[in-house]
């Protein structure tokens, strides 16, 4: 598909693609539920109905990634570990899935998504995170989406150390011992900085599609940040809060 064609399919859908992005523990799965219950509580006269506002994720929305969402953050029994390749390509094979069962027939119909990760997620973390070679993460990246990208991607920027000691003590609110965390998680502190330094690059390479929120603060504090830089980037009417986030 040559570039005209990709930008003229790109214009032709309705849809909206919406990513949020950012380190594990940055708040970003909760700023997503707080965006998706404000979408639908406002009504733009350009959103589509309630009905059509659908959240996702990457990996695991669909029955195969769901499977290899499993085989991804949990680890393998046997000492033989997962070589940083093979992860790659099945973070790969969950996105061509989520494409093609879910993300272009769900833009076709018109719907405004919020995706929880999408193609920056393998740049930060396999690229910069593994030091994978880049131009392979963007050529898998580009197999999987068939040329499709975000119409913003939100970068929720938390240091480091701070989002690190949120997973530590995460489950302790509710009365248990802080949660167990996935395979991923796991990776030691330079590894998530250098994660955090690819979101970094990732937003200073691509300003017209990638936003930074700062994610500190409260969570009403968060969700305002994000609900304007939506309707900024979007074109939306000024925002009115959505009273529920505490
Ligand atoms: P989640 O906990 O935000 O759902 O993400 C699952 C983990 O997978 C998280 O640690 C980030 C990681 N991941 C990658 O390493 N590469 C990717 O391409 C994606 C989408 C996620």
Same mark, same amino acid.
């Given at each position: 598909m040559t570039g005209q064609d990709k930008q003229a399919e790109q214009d032709k859908r309705t849809g909206r693609l919406i990513v949020f992005e950012g380190a594990d523990g940055c708040g970003k799965t909760t700023q997503l539920r707080h965006c998706y219950d404000w979408l639908r509580a406002q009504r733009f006269p350009q959103?589509?109905?309630?009905?059509?506002?659908?959240?996702?994720?990457?990996?695991?929305?669909?029955?195969?990634? *769901?499977?290899? *969402?499993?085989?991804?953050?949990?680890?393998?029994?046997?000492?033989?570990?997962?070589?940083p390749t093979a992860e790659l390509l099945l973070y790969a094979a969950d996105r061509a899935q989520h494409v093609q069962h879910i993300?272009?027939?769900?833009?076709?119909?018109?719907?405004?998504?919020?995706?929880?990760?999408?193609?920056?997620?393998?740049?930060?973390?396999?690229?910069?995170?593994?030091?994978?070679?880049?131009?392979?993460?963007?050529?898998?990246?580009?197999?999987?989406?068939v040329g499709l990208v975000s119409d913003l991607t939100l970068w929720l920027d938390l240091p480091v150390e701070v989002s690190r000691s949120r997973l530590a003590t995460r489950g302790q609110a509710d009365g248990?011992?802080?949660?167990?965390?996935?395979?991923?998680?796991?990776?030691?502190?330079?590894f998530h900085h250098r994660v955090h330094q690819g979101f970094e690059w990732l937003a200073g390479q691509y300003p017209e599609r990638i936003v930074r929120v700062d994610a500190s603060g409260s969570e009403a504090e968060v969700a305002r940040r994000v609900q304007q830089m939506i309707c900024d980037r979007l074109g939306l009417p000024p925002n009115s809060p959505h009273p529920n986030p505490t």
């Open positions: 959103a589509p109905d309630s009905s059509q506002i659908i959240l996702t994720q990457e990996p695991g929305a669909t029955a195969l990634g *769901r499977t290899l *969402r499993r085989i991804l953050l949990t680890p393998p029994e046997g000492d033989e570990g997962v070589e993300l272009k027939p769900k833009l076709a119909q018109g719907c405004w998504i919020l995706c929880d990760r999408h193609i920056d997620s393998t740049v930060a973390y396999q690229g910069f995170g593994r030091g994978l070679d880049q131009s392979l993460i963007q050529q898998l990246n580009s197999i999987a989406t248990l011992r802080s949660a167990p965390q996935d395979r991923m998680e796991r990776l030691g502190l330079d």
